[in-house]
């Protein structure tokens, strides 16, 4: 019940600044007591709404991998979801609803405007019936000066209580807000610092990849010679063949030919093949050979009595 709607019995009293001063607070006191009534609601709608939507997010997170296997889809809107998806989204809707309920305090705030709204009710019934009590106990038609004293008291106390339950939750709601906003700053800054270290990580990461991929691509574009040196019967021709590192090359030397080369060759392990025709005889040689970089790799061979450096 607003102040206004109970009975102050100041009909027929005459005192101008005392009626003045009652009609400041019954004016007042109505006016935060809508003020926490109207704010009541709105904290309990927004507080409900927050709490429900948390409340289902964390169910569907929670059922929809029970029902569903990670392989498992549906079509929204033409588009193609896989369930888990779903799931982890309505988990974060529901982190997010609890953060904002929790940030801008709709739950604490629709608690404290009850108990405020409860101790408003209390101080206007308990000083509307001093007033009342010691209206019964003087002329109001003409009070002594010790009476308007009395009045004045407890209207100055009704003034005061009033006011110092309003400053008393305000700072009580400072302080609470104060500390929410404290820890999702403190939140913040302790994502922002693990995402840093999170992002250094991932850097030092591409680049060592990168690194590795530029050694393997240098790698690749290195290359090596191979340089092959023979004794021979005067007459023999010999062909030599070289397979290895996505290469098959073939050398066809005739009698006059005593050493041969390969160039620009990939850095790797090769199979070297040598054979030597002379009349109706027919020697084969066959040997792995090791490309390293900037190095020129030298085979030699004899085959007329099979001797090798």
Not at 13 to 20: E, H
Request: charged share 25%.
């Amino acid at each position: 019940m607003k102040a206004s709607d109970r009975n102050w019995g100041i009909a027929g009293f005459n005192n101008a600044i005392i009626i003045d001063y009652l009609n400041k607070i019954i004016e007042y006191s109505d006016e935060q007591l809508i003020f926490y009534t109207k704010g009541k609601s709105r904290r309990r709608y927004f507080s409900n709404a927050f709490i429900l939507l948390a409340v289902l997010g964390f169910s569907f997170s929670l059922i929809l991998p029970i029902l569903k296997g990670p392989s498992d889809e549906i079509c929204i809107f033409n588009q193609i979801v896989n369930y888990y998806s779903i799931g982890y989204l309505s988990l974060a809707l529901a982190s997010v609803a609890l953060l904002l309920d929790r940030l801008f305090g709709h739950s604490m705030a629709w608690m404290r405007f009850t108990s405020v709204k409860m101790q408003l009710d209390k101080i206007i019934a308990e000083f509307n019936g001093k007033w009342i009590q010691l209206l019964q106990s003087i002329d109001v038609q003409n009070p002594t000066l010790e009476q308007k004293n009395e009045l004045m008291t407890i209207l100055l106390a009704f003034d005061t209580t009033i006011r110092e339950t309003i400053i008393t939750e305000t700072e009580s709601w400072k302080t609470l807000f104060s500390e929410q906003l404290q820890s999702f700053n403190s939140k913040v800054n302790e994502e922002l610092n693990l995402s840093r270290e999170q992002l250094k990580t991932n850097k030092e990461e591409i680049k060592k990849n990168i690194k590795q991929k530029n050694d393997e691509e240098n790698k690749k574009n290195q290359r090596g010679a191979l340089l092959i040196e023979f004794e021979k019967e005067q007459k023999a021709k010999v062909t030599i063949s070289l397979k290895g590192a996505s290469l098959t090359k073939t050398l066809a030397l005739d009698e006059s030919n005593y050493s041969c080369s390969f160039d620009n060759l990939k850095l790797g392990r090769y199979l070297l093949t040598m054979t030597t025709l002379d009349t109706d005889k027919t020697k084969t040689i066959e040997k792995f050979v090791s490309i390293k970089e900037d190095e020129i790799v030298e085979i030699k061979h004899d085959f007329r009595n099979k001797k090798e450096n």
